[in-house]
């Protein structure tokens, strides 16, 4: 089964906490501000793809992606 997962780039990402502000339960961050995808990272229904697509959008660092892979 394909898996979609939510990843973030730790080399772009510049720590302001807006993807954790918008979404709680998909991010976490450290005491620096800097995002994680809380878990594995697996987008297991719809509202969490759309959510991690809104996330997507609103990065200004373009640090955010959806990925595909074997689950
Ligand atoms: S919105 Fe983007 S740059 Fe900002 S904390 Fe989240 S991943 Fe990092």
């Known amino acids: 089964m394909r898996l ?3 990843t973030v780039d ?3 990402c510049q720590g302001h906490n807006r993807c954790y502000a918008m979404a709680p339960g ?3 961050v450290d005491e ?3 995002a994680t995808p809380r878990g594995d ?3 297991a229904s719809e509202a ?3 959510l991690a697509q809104r996330a997507v ?3 200004p660092e373009r640090a ?3 990925i595909e892979g074997e689950g």
Do not use: T
Request: charged share 40%.
């Open 4 to 6: 979609k997962k939510v």
């Open 10 to 12: 730790s080399e772009k």
């Open 26 to 28: 998909m991010f976490k």
């Open 32 to 34: 620096y501000g800097y």
């Open 41 to 43: 990272g697996v987008l």
């Open 48 to 50: 969490d793809i759309e």
């Open 57 to 59: 959008e609103n990065c």
């Open 64 to 66: 955010i992606e959806i």
